[in-house]
């Protein structure tokens, strides 16, 4: 499923998903990262729905994120808040390290969602149209590695419905026959992976790609939508990194627990920052996630408003007609 941002120019949809990423990646404040995982799974669910949504989040990242947060106070035992003494290593698990962990988890499951939304909105072809004139080689090598992982799967999905087809099913075969089995799957997708990488790779030399001179046919153009979106992400974006260079989105784990705005264990953050400095970043970093949703919403209102004003005028225009009509046999 495409939304309205999607059809953006690609210039938005890749400074977009980079701030989101990066700030997602780099600061490390519980609120920002709330607010980041509930802007990846709103713009999630418009894209995929919501049922695939939580398919991803339940059975794919949410064990990693748990799997993360345990790993982390069981090797790294920084802090000073002990919680849970192991005696066979001899080392205290704290408190500080248990919720770093959980910080740690929680941004590669939001990263893990943000991901899912990118792989819509930035096809291969935008990310060329990008990156191809500046670096050819590179923007292709990055194309074809980030859609690897989909075709992959969608490959896979293909060679199982046929081997099934054909009585070679691994769900219903023993033990030594699914492995026979898995590795000709696996042998009959690396080979197809490989002729489609050969096949693209030969296609884009018969085109000239890379070549000096080479003029390149493109769709998208910088409209007046596109002016307006672009305004309002530079703006937010500059707001939310003023914020942060403050300390506004202040956060430290070791050797104990400080944030910006908060008071825990008795301690506050020593970033130096307003508090309604504080708020309106956060509420920056809201609007700048929620910018594609709010914009598909608003494309679909005006849709829905301009189609009850042309039935409007239809109908209108058939009493109008029918009005001569029976004016005409009156006559």
Known sequence: MKDAFSGCHPILNFFYFVTVLTFTMFVQHPVFL????????????VLNGWKRVLRMNLLG??????????LNPAFNHYGVTPLLYLENSGNWVTLEALVYGLVLGSILFIMILWFSCYNHVMTS?????????????????????????PEFISRLDVIRSGQKYI???????????????GLNMLSILVTWSLENAIETADSMKSRG??????????VYHFDKRDRFAGMALLSLFCIVLYGCLRGAA??????????????VQGRKAPADCPLSLSIVTFASFTAFCLIPPLIDLSEKFA??????????EISVTYREIYKELAGEKTE
Request: net charge positive; aromatic share 12%.
């Open 61 to 70: 990242t949410l064990p990693g994120l748990l799997i993360v947060t345990l």
């Open 34 to 45: 709330l607010i980041s995982f509930v802007g990846a799974v709103i713009y999630g669910v």
């Open 167 to 181: 009585g070679k099913d691994i769900s219903n075969a023993g033990l030594i026959r699914k492995v026979k089995y």
């Open 209 to 218: 790609y890379g070549l000096k001179g080479r003029t390149a046919f493109s």
């Open 303 to 312: 849709f829905g408003r301009s189609r009850k004003e042309v039935g409007k």
């Open 125 to 149: 072809d935008k990310f060329i149209y990008l990156f191809g004139r500046i670096i050819p080689a590179m923007s292709l090598i990055l194309s074809m590695s980030l859609r690897f992982v």
């Open 250 to 263: 202040f956060a430290d784990y070791n050797p104990r627990i400080l944030l910006a705005g908060m008071t």
